[in-house]
């Protein structure tokens, strides 16, 4: 069967191709091809010597998603693809343009299963994880794209990434690879629902990366309606968790709080959110929801928007208000893919 030569790491590309007899340096040859000069026709691998590029031709092939859709938002700061697989699934992945630099957000399941009110992706649940090359790719197609460096990563897209945990990891270990995009793993956060043992083995790791946790209430009461699947773990027992990774890797956790209108944004609310995390030293990022037909939940004016962000401030707690990219654009999760599914 012939090998897939996208997503791996240069041990295992070399592993590969001294195995079939050929010289390890032409494993390096390999990867520059691929992650450094996008030449993805064997043909055009002129350095490769006229047998191994036939051998190649017949023992390897290069699986990388299809663009399907392609939108910018008006104001040019938030790109977004929708992307085919090679089963023919569909994922999609989302570039915010900053100053600082392009911040690319990647999908890490086709669909989701843990049922978050306020996103797209899952409302068919489910339907498979990706591979790290799969995740890889999504970041490659906007290098192509733009032709342009990427600054950051974030897990954020459909999936959660820490019950996809090993091939997320690959993942993270081959975008920081010096020797494909060389991505800091200060640079890197991954955002989950609050998977509590699965936190704990992700400070193990020692990886300095960004841990996001989408908290979006004070409560499990009100947590539970936003988000089904939290009530497998208690809220006083995700961020314990937290400050378990805190203490573990010296990392500061952020919480993601997705503000919606009558549901989870009024000061007591701020002020109750204030108790639950107590002293510990964290950010909260506040997201007000993107409203769409799709989702029939609004976000809250910007006055409250601000008296939420005031408490959580006087309580000491460093915070940002999410700018909002791309609503023109239905940059939230799943909503560009269940659009273009409706109009097929």
Same mark, same amino acid.
């Given at each position: ?149 990427? +600054? ?63 908290? +979006? ?43 919606i209108k009558d549901v989870n944004a009024s000061r007591e609310n701020a002020e ?10 964290? +950010? ?61």
């Open positions: 069967m012939a090998w897939n030569i996208w997503g791996h790491s240069l041990p295992e590309m070399e592993t590969w191709i001294t195995s079939h007899g050929f010289p390890k340096f032409r494993a390096k040859q390999l990867q520059d091809y691929l992650y450094r000069r996008y030449i993805f026709s064997f043909d055009d691998m002129t350095q490769l010597p006229g047998p191994m590029r036939e051998w190649l031709k017949e023992n390897a092939v290069l699986e990388k998603p299809v663009i399907m859709s392609h939108i910018t938002s008006n104001d040019g700061d938030t790109t977004k693809l929708l992307v085919k697989l090679s089963d023919g699934s569909l994922v999609e992945t989302v570039c915010m343009h900053h100053v600082y630099g392009n911040s690319i957000c990647v999908s890490t399941q086709v669909g989701c299963a843990m049922g978050c009110i306020f996103c797209a992706s899952t409302r068919n649940g489910l339907e498979r994880n990706l591979t790290a090359g799969e995740i890889l790719a999504q970041v490659y197609a906007f290098r192509e794209l733009f032709d342009a460096p990427i +600054h950051s990563i974030v897990l954020m897209g459909a999936g959660e990434p820490l019950t996809n945990y090993d091939e997320v990891l690959r993942f993270i270990r081959l975008v920081s690879d010096p020797g494909l995009l060389n991505i800091s793993l200060r640079n890197i956060t991954l955002s989950t629902c609050g998977i509590v043992p699965m936190i704990d083995r992700l400070a193990a790791e020692g990886l300095p990366i960004t841990l996001a946790i989408s908290l +979006h209430a004070p409560n499990d009461t009100i947590r539970n309606r936003i988000l089904p699947s939290s009530r497998h773990f208690k809220i006083e027992d995700v961020v314990a968790a937290a400050h378990r990774y805190f203490k573990k890797t010296g990392r500061r956790v952020t919480f993601e709080y997705i503000l109750e959110l204030c108790r639950l995390v107590g002293k510990m030293n964290c +950010h909260f990022n506040l997201i007000p929801i993107n409203g769409t037909e799709h989702i029939k939940l609004y976000p809250p004016s910007w006055k409250d928007v601000k008296i939420f962000q005031e408490i959580l401030e006087k309580h000491g707690k460093s915070t940002t208000v999410r700018r909002q990219m791309g609503d023109e654009i239905q940059a939230a999760c799943g909503q560009l893919k269940r659009r273009y599914l409706e109009k097929k």
